[in-house]
């Protein structure tokens, strides 16, 4: 190579050094994550660099322990998460009411159902026929036993007259059998119900051959393991086993005792059907199907009843058995059958008063239970020739609302859930069809969309329990709480449908 070649090259490369010097950041400059640094033309030449601005320190951040991060991040969401339950209740057709608006009433509710593992509980759904053959009931029963644990129909009558979705009940002989609603030809010459309203007499032997079932819309219906008889009188209860074996229903109570008791065995293994063979004189109340632990929930529908003959019933046939068993809930779902005739406001007051009565009755047989009432759907009648709502029912159903609250209840108005004014027409009018062309009762479908509705209600404020109790702290995101999933109060409800 040439010399003058190589003096330009040398030349070159010294002009490049001198301006990386010149223009690289005294600071130095970060490459794939890697700080580069350059020396700077005083550094070239043997001087001292000026020493860099020094940056203002940050003072110390505060060291929180994991516990009081916890609790800024939960203080941070309840302050978002309640202005936001807040509108809800506020708007939602498908809130509960509370008693003195307390957002916390049925968290002892909520609190037995996380506990049922350990300490079985009970609800019971008491209602008109719009809960006849467990169609709302199963709804509720299988998103609370796959919820909380549990299995089994629960209660059943001892001689049944309608068809259920979830249990059978074969009785034989035929014995003399009755109910306090519906016709008085069924009424006995006393007062002794039971819970279900209804008995039979046994006055030597009978059969009752129990079946659930359920297919695949109750699951969790299909099978039971503890078999139980609600009774009076003396006699002898035993279960036929397959093995040959018999096993005996026993009962904490003595024979002698004059109020209603309850005979019970726990069978090896869950089954979906049974045999139980009575003898001896003994009245009937009911028979309970269920499994050890979790949830069982009790359909009790009666056709044509207004709700308000519970405090006509013999109370030691009815109070025992909430003391012996851990109810829970009591769901009243009354008010249908007397909207047609409550035509002013006098008859309007007198039926509020009559339900608070009823539920003054619960709440003094059972005080740890909570209790929610759930008032009648929309319903049509027809002027000229349109059908329309009934004129008084929205009075009826704010009537219904005051009886529960100012009784210490709570409530769920399935009039505003399924659309309010003329939903009933709507409903009847859908394709498919959500209810029946009496313009009152709910078809199959209907009764399971307002069921899921009401599921949905209660899986939001057990949600909003959880979370105002710290339950679900553990399943918070670390980050921030700006990205909190733990409860999606926007997605929690469905509209109703239209």
Not at 12 to 18: D, E, I, T
Not at 185 to 201: C, N, S, T, W
Not at 220 to 239: P, Y
Not at 486 to 493: A, G, K, M, Q
Request: hydrophobic letters at 40%.
């Amino acid at each position: 190579m040439k010399s003058y070649r190589t003096l330009l090259f040398i030349l070159g490369l010294a002009m490049g050094l001198f301006l990386m010097a010149a223009i690289f950041p005294r600071e130095g400059a970060y490459i794939n994550n890697i700080l580069f640094r350059f020396p700077s033309l005083s550094e070239v030449f043997g001087q001292e660099p000026e020493p860099l601005e020094e940056e203002e320190e940050e003072p110390e951040a505060v060291q929180l322990s994991p516990e009081e991060l916890m609790e800024q991040r939960l203080a941070t969401l309840h302050a978002a998460r309640d202005s936001e339950f807040v509108a809800y209740i506020a708007k939602s057709p498908t809130r509960f009411y509370m008693p003195d608006d307390d957002v916390a009433y049925l968290d002892p509710f909520f609190q037995a159902m996380d506990n049922a593992a350990q300490h079985p509980t009970r609800i019971m759904h008491y209602g008109d026929s719009q809960l006849e053959g467990d169609r709302m009931t199963g709804v509720l029963r299988e998103y609370f036993q796959s919820t909380f644990g549990g299995n089994g129909p629960g209660m059943a009558p001892a001689m049944q007259t309608l068809g259920s979705a979830t249990v059978t009940v074969t009785t034989t002989p035929e014995l003399p059998h009755y109910m306090y609603f519906g016709s008085s030809a069924f009424h006995a010459d006393h007062k002794r119900y039971g819970p279900l309203a209804q008995m039979v007499e046994v006055t030597d032997s009978a059969t009752f051959d129990v079946k659930a079932h359920g297919g695949s819309l109750y699951p969790h219906c299909r099978s039971f393991r503890r078999v139980g008889v609600m009774l009076s009188g003396a006699g002898s209860l035993a279960i036929p086993l397959s093995e040959g074996d018999t096993l005996e229903l026993r009962s904490s109570l003595d024979s002698t005792f004059h109020g209603l008791r309850i005979a019970s065995a726990t069978l090896p293994s869950s089954v979906s059907r049974a045999t139980i063979k009575a003898r001896g004189n003994m009245e009937i109340y009911g028979l309970m199907l269920d499994g050890t632990g979790g949830v069982s929930m009790d359909n009790i529908a009666m056709r044509g009843v207004s709700g308000t003959l519970f405090t006509s019933i013999e109370r030691q046939t009815l109070a025992p058995f909430f003391t012996q068993q851990n109810v829970s809930l009591i769901i009243l779902q009354y008010g249908g059958n007397s909207v047609p005739y409550l035509r002013d406001s006098r008859g309007i007051s007198n039926y509020k008063r009559q339900l608070m009565a009823q539920i003054s009755l619960f709440r003094q047989m059972s005080p740890a239970s909570r209790i929610l009432f759930i008032g009648p759907s929309d319903m049509a009648t027809a002027d000229g020739e349109e059908m329309k709502t009934y004129p008084r029912l929205p009075e009826i159903v704010d009537s219904l609302r005051a009886a529960a609250v100012e009784s210490g209840a709570a409530f769920w108005n399935m009039y505003r859930a399924m659309g309010g004014r003329g939903s009933m027409v709507r409903w009847v009018e859908a394709d498919p069809q959500l209810a029946g062309e009496d313009y009152i009762h709910f078809t199959p479908r209907g009764s399971r969309k307002m069921a899921e509705l009401l599921s949905q209600t209660f899986d939001f404020y057990y949600k909003y329990y959880r979370f105002r109790n710290h339950l679900d702290a553990e399943t918070l995101p670390e980050d921030s709480a700006s990205n909190d999933t733990t409860l999606p109060l926007h997605t929690l409800h469905q509209p109703p449908v239209r």
